[in-house]
């Protein structure tokens, strides 16, 4: 670990998200930067800057692609527009592993553009699963999944989230970005320890992880990527890597963003975990692509 | 149906309803809220559905506030906030990214005057520029034909334009009132999917309104970014003619039909344009549909 079949063997490092604010800095400066994470939906376009930016950084970084909209916990079929703008980029990137979101979105066509929780039940577990294999097949790199972060819970559901989780990955046999920020949201939302969360998660299968910031509301807490990552999430960051080995990961800073240098600055921390776990190995250089150094 | 397409149509219904002029959840989604929706220690029910409700409508205002502060600047900060839950309400997203979320908007207000006022052709010019913008920002690029096989193909040719070259014809001079809106409010990323949290931007500057003055507009993108062409009319109908697919004879003659241009201006006339277009790389390669 953490190379296994469902990151494509791969051996990345500490990532960060690819955010418009940095794009200057980035293609002048040229910081080292293990790799970048993007969203796809925002380079899934005919033409134009987005892609241009995309290519140049392509150049010089290795980038995983991270979607939002590809719901495949949503009961109505996979949007065949969609699939086809993904394996575009799939080509073009030659992303190792594929992300997104266990959760749905979208109904008869209409979309809400969130990330809303399922209801953990055996149907819906069949049914999503039946769509990440749908995925997997047609973009043919290895589908990862990601659990969010969530505010209300069904009356319907059968079992816990990570009970969920793990049914879903089974039935797909695919692998998991687990975001240990979105764990602890959902954990304080909800009222069970995160530990047990990340505890449940089959290793194996972990490709990713996220860490990010959020936000703390008078009686809720909302998953906004809009602050350093606090302390009780680095904790659950450091379980999770002692479990899973030194794994690709990645700080998700998605608004209010400050500079460059203080995003990687915050997502470099990760790796004083990844030293007490094993020396790490710098990843594997993909043509033009800048390895980590470490300390 | 699925017990699971039955859920999410029933969470999606209260999730997309307006929500109340305090931007919380209408008291009538209780009884579902309930029926779906486990309350915990610290929130009903009710509360924890509203946070998706407002959550959605936060994000979706936002964007859409962001493609469209032409269309703000014109119908004043009250009449915006209105017509884009109206909008939004009647129309809401069938694509799977935000960009698309203003697609149908020309054509909703066509169908709903009174959101447009006493100047509706003021109102359409303005929103049929931002879409254009919003197209001509990513549209795609093909390779481009050369003046050398522009000549040697001669009168038949059909040329088909770059899918980011928009063609207007505007009432109002819409073009210059949108750069200064631009200007003062800073041009936003055109779509993102990131989740936003904050309600819209309050700033608010008063735009005089233009007086009607016809502009030819092209709208396209170099060096990637967007821009604004005034054409001469004759030089509009020739690249309309050409987006429509008439040979290249019969687009030169479209061009000049009623013109008020003497005739011996009218060979240097459209070699400068067309000099100009070729340097700008709109005629494409592509095969024409
Ligand atoms: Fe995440």
């Known amino acids: 670990m953490p190379a296994n079949r469902f990151n494509g063997f791969t051996d990345y490092g500490i990532g960060i ?16 930067v293990d790799w970048f994470e993007i969203i796809s939906e925002n380079y899934m376009v005919d033409g134009g800057k987005p892609l241009k930016v995309l290519d140049r950084i392509l150049e010089q970084y290795r980038v995983v692609q991270h979607g939002v909209s590809m719901y495949f916990g949503s ?34 066509g209409t979309y809400t553009h969130d990330l809303l929780p399922m209801p953990y039940t055996f149907e819906a577990a069949r049914i999503t699963a039946q769509k990440i294999r749908q995925v997997q097949d047609t973009v043919e790199v290895p589908v990862v999944v990601e659990n969010v972060s969530s505010y209300a819970e069904y009356h319907v559901s059968e079992m816990t989230e990570w009970e969920f989780l793990n049914e879903v990955v ?3 046999d695919c692998g998991i970005l687990l ?44 998953d906004t990527h809009d602050h350093p990552v606090i302390d009780p999430v680095w904790a659950l960051y450091a379980r999770a890597i002692e479990r899973c080995g030194p794994t690709a990961t990645l700080l998700e800073w998605d608004d209010k963003i400050p500079s460059f240098e203080e995003v990687h600055a915050e997502a470099l921390k990760a790796n004083r975990f990844f030293q007490k776990q094993a020396p790490f190995v710098p990843a594997v250089e993909a043509p033009g692509a800048r390895a980590l150094v470490l300390p | 149906m699925s017990e699971l397409l039955n859920l999410q149509r029933r969470v999606a219904a209260v999730i997309l309803q307006p929500l109340t002029s305090a931007e919380t959840m209408r ?22 559905l509203e946070i998706y409700n407002q959550q ?35 129309c809401p997203s069938r694509s799977f990214t935000l960009r698309n979320l203003g697609s149908r908007l020309e054509e909703w207000l066509s169908t709903n005057p009174k959101w447009i006022g006493s100047n509706p052709r003021l109102v359409l010019d303005m929103v049929r520029l931002e879409w254009a913008h919003i197209e001509a920002f990513d549209g795609g690029f093909e390779p481009v034909l050369t003046p050398a096989e522009i000549e040697a193909a001669g009168l038949d040719l059909r040329i088909s334009l770059q899918p980011y070259v928009r063609l207007l014809e505007l009432a109002y001079p819409v073009d210059d009132l949108l750069i200064e809106v631009h200007d ?17 931007r309050t700033r608010v500057r008063h735009y005089a309104k233009p007086e009607p003055e016809p502009v030819y507009l092209a709208v396209h993108r170099a ?5 604004y062409k005034r054409l001469q009319l004759e030089s509009y109908r020739m690249l309309k003619a050409l987006s429509q697919q008439a040979p290249l004879g019969n687009a030169i003659e479209r061009a000049f039909e009623g013109s008020s241009m003497p005739e011996e201006e009218r060979i240097p006339a459209l070699q400068e344009w067309f000099a100009n277009w070729a340097q700008l790389g709109w005629f494409s390669r592509a095969p024409v549909a």
């Not at chain 2, 009538?28 to 009710?46: C, G, M, Q, Y």
């Open chain 1, 170 to 172: 089974e039935r797909a």
């Open chain 1, 179 to 222: 975001d240990v920020n979105n764990i602890y949201v959902s954990s304080r939302n909800h009222d069970f320890d995160p530990f047990t969360y990340v505890n449940s998660v089959p290793a194996h299968r972990v490709a990713q992880i996220h860490i990010a910031g959020h936000s703390k509301f008078e009686k809720y807490i909302l």
């Open chain 2, 56 to 90: 959605y409508w936060f994000r979706v205002l936002s964007c859409f506030a962001e493609d469209f502060p032409g269309l703000r600047a014109i119908v004043g900060v009250r009449t915006f906030e209105k017509l884009m839950r109206a909008y939004l309400t009647d």
């Open chain 1, 17 to 32: 998200g690819l955010r418009i604010p940095h794009y200057r800095h980035i293609l002048e400066r040229k910081p080292v």
């Open chain 2, 184 to 200: 003062y409010e800073g041009e936003g990323n055109v779509s993102s999917n990131a989740a936003r949290q904050s309600r819209l």
């Open chain 2, 27 to 48: 008291r009538s989604a209780k009884a579902e809220a309930d029926a779906l929706i486990k309350p915990n220690k610290v929130l009903s029910s009710f509360e924890r």
């Open chain 1, 75 to 108: 009961a109505e079929p996979l949007n065949p527009e969609h699939l086809k703008r993904l394996k575009n980029l799939v080509r073009r990137t030659r992303t190792p592993w594929l992300s997104d979101h266990l959760c749905w979105g979208s109904v008869d």
């Open chain 2, 223 to 227: 060096d990637d970014s967007v821009y």
